[in-house]
């Protein structure tokens, strides 16, 4: 296997504000003459026909201040990923995600709602003012970034399709795409497909919660879960489910991939807890990507905190539940 060796990207990837206007225009125009808008390599190269991925996002400031640690380089959070429809390795998602191609892109949101609906992602972008989100981010495996997400409330998503009184929990489904995500093909494959999360609707409708459609002010490179994927930064990465085909509203608790793959390392809840180990490490403290060693280095070590700092706005939606059997 070839070193791995991180892509450069260049400067003039980041969009200017008057070409994204122009996008915009053209946007509006194709919808309107029902053209659809055609992305060629992944990954961070840009060129004449990659409309959307190179595009800067025009965005508002979100309801949350940002936090008190430095942001994650983009390099950083867009080449150590886990993203198993293109493989295991952290290295994998940024390498092998050349040939999917997320735009023109729907998803189905249904179930127990009074209107289901197919909804066109990029139409949605339009809908919706596009917020910018600074979050931290802890995965399992104890390592930690601050990213700058741009994203959507997914309450806003949700409540399109009006929830009946019966829903109590939202499921998520993300792509089967074989024939573009080498992980999906072959053998030997991690997980059975699609991966699959679920929240509580409490948990879905709180403001933390967001459909992230980019990052550092663009749209999702193919690793990063283009065009859409969820964010919930109380939680474990896990949870943030990439490349989203489908929301359903459930009276049911939903299934999801790694609690389907190791119910004893995985549960539903997934929130970020320094008390409950992982049964095999620590999760007491995080290893912060980007800070003294470099990506695949040692890293800094800092105290994991309860709900990743998130305490104040989300501990009384766990008020009275054991949080060490509900883990
Ligand atoms: N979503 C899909 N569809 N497939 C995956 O393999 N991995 C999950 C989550 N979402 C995964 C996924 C895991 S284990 C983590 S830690 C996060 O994505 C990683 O997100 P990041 O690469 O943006 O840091």
Redesign the pocket.
């Known amino acids: 296997m070839p070193a791995y060796k991180p892509p450069h990207i260049p400067s003039s990837e980041i969009t200017p504000e008057h070409i994204y206007l122009k996008r915009r225009t053209l946007l509006a125009a194709g919808l309107a003459a029902g053209a659809t808008f055609v992305t060629g390599a992944g990954s961070g190269e840009a060129n004449a026909a990659t409309l959307t991925q190179a595009e800067a996002l025009k965005t508002v400031p979100g309801p949350f201040p940002k936090p008190k640690r430095a942001e994650t380089s983009f390099e950083d ?1 867009t080449n ?6 293109f493989g295991t390795g952290k290295a994998d ?1 940024s390498r092998n995600s050349g040939r999917f191609q997320p735009y023109p892109w729907t998803f189905e949101i249904g179930g127990m709602v009074q209107k289901p609906q197919t909804v066109d992602i990029e139409t949605l972008m339009t809908k919706f003012p596009l917020e910018d989100r600074v979050y931290r ?1 802890r ?3 104890a390592w930690s ?1 601050v ?1 700058p997400w741009v994203g959507i409330p997914l309450k806003s998503i949700i409540d399109m399709a009006e929830p009946t009184g019966s829903a109590k929990y939202v499921a998520f489904e ?2 089967v795409r074989p024939k573009e995500m080498p ?1 999906q093909s072959g053998f030997g494959q991690p ?1 059975p497909w ?2 699959v ?1 679920g929240l509580r609707l409490d948990e879905a409708n709180h403001p933390l919660t967001i459909i992230a459609v980019g990052l550092y002010g663009k749209t999702l490179l193919n ?3 283009a065009p859409m ?2 964010v919930v930064p109380w939680k ?8 989203i085909t489908k929301i359903t509203l459930t009276d049911t608790q939903p299934p999801n ?2 609690n389907l793959l190791q119910p004893n390392e995985y549960g539903f809840y997934a929130n970020v807890n320094p008390n409950v180990p992982h049964p095999r490490w620590s999760q007491a403290t995080e290893r912060v990507i980007g800070e003294d060693g470099g990506l695949f280095g040692g890293g800094k070590r800092i105290d994991t905190l309860m709900f990743n700092g998130y305490g104040d706005e989300v501990a009384s939606l766990y008020a009275g539940m054991d949080l060490a059997k509900y883990y």
């Open positions: 959070v150590y990923n886990n993203f198993y429809e998602p981010m995965c399992v495996e970034m990213i993300g792509v992980g997980m699609p991966y999360e690793q990063s879960g994927r969820l474990y990465g896990f949870k943030g489910i990439k490349s991939s790694w």
